[in-house]
């Protein structure tokens, strides 16, 4: 016997209200990237008139074409892919070690060391930024991958994020397998880590994302155009006319697209990560 379906409810007048803030929100967020990819659409003239107007009048792809014609675009594009995998791969890495080695190991001058940690978070990189230079300079990693790669790999906040992860986990756990004569290195990869997926996974994605969008640093510390990354190689896309608009658009949806592709498939373990890092109460 099939029951009736039941009338839907009308909208309270809140819920209009935050449907329509939220579209208007949303608006706005998307406006940009829409001016973005009309304005890849436009021919270089048409970008650069006054007033500007959104759609173009003729539609084209010619600053697409010339991007990957006269840029180094597949290079840039590449050399973004390996730094921002091998910096992930090591912050995740290092931050689960000392994030694990904080929260649960006892020694000498742990104080201190958090203390050297949570200063950290109040540094900005770039004020950073000379120091690694002359240190990088030094040790001949200047126009290298490693010269890219190495000074981002030790983030305070990730060490924090798995710090405060790491202190909620049941310590009866620990105690059992140790019990059961299990080591502390093996405890730490068979039972830690897999709990910890939702963490690892939200620092991970940060990671990325900071690391695909860092301009400063590898501005700096690279002066090879075949080692330039996305951001650094965007920006040199001019000519004796000046910036070159409608392939510059083009360059910024194209380093931006994976960016959303990781946002769109991971976004629930960046939800679940912050909810399970500690950080949501304070």
Known sequence: ????????????????????????????????????????????????????????????????????????????????????????SVVLLVSALAGYGFARTEFRGKSALMGLVMAGLMISPAVLGVPLFTTVQQMGMVDTYWGMILP??????????????????????????????????????????????????????FTFIASWNNFLWPYMVTNNPDLMTMPNGIATVMNSYGIQWAQLM???????LPLIIVFVFFQRQIVAGVAHTGLAGQ
């Open 250 to 256: 083009a360059g910024g949806l194209m380093a931006g």
């Open 152 to 205: 981002q790999c030790a983030p305070a906040a990730m060490v924090y994020i798995l710090y405060k992860f790491f202190q909620g986990i049941p310590r009866e756990l620990e105690e059992a397998a140790f019990i059961d004569g299990a080591g502390r290195w093996r405890v730490f990869f068979t039972i830690v880590l897999p709990l910890s997926r939702p963490s690892l996974a939200a620092v991970g994605i």
């Open 1 to 88: 016997m099939s029951t009736a379906a039941q009338p839907r409810k009308p909208w309270t007048p809140s819920q209009i209200v935050l449907t329509l803030l939220g579209t208007a929100v949303s608006a706005a967020f998307l406006a940009p990237f829409a001016w973005a990819l009309f304005t890849s659409l436009k021919s270089e003239t048409e970008a650069v008139q006054v007033p500007p107007h959104w759609l173009p009048e003729d539609w084209t792809g010619q600053a697409w074409k010339a991007l990957f014609e006269t840029g180094n675009i597949t290079n840039w594009f590449v050399n973004s892919v390996v730094v921002s995998v091998c910096v992930t």
